[in-house]
């Protein structure tokens, strides 16, 4: 797995994952728990990952709909 995006958003987070699920790219999210635990402080992001072999297409997948700004490199 390999990080898209980090962010603590949840609202962009649960729109990237309806995004990447309608495309057929799997998805798993990273420290949801903890980004939750520290509350509004920001110091852990939680961070969408998609396998390696999709990251390019679902990067291609954020820039085509205007979010690659998100993208992490």
Do not use: K
């Amino acid at each position: 797995m390999r990080d898209l995006v980090a962010t603590n958003d949840p609202v962009l987070i649960s729109y990237l994952l309806v995004l990447l699920h309608d495309a057929g790219i799997e998805t798993a999210v990273f420290d949801g728990n903890m980004s939750t635990v520290q509350g509004s402080l920001g110091a852990v992001l939680q961070r969408l990952a998609v396998p390696d072999d999709c990251w390019e297409a679902a990067r291609r997948l954020l820039v085509d709909a205007d979010l690659g700004q998100w993208v992490r490199p």
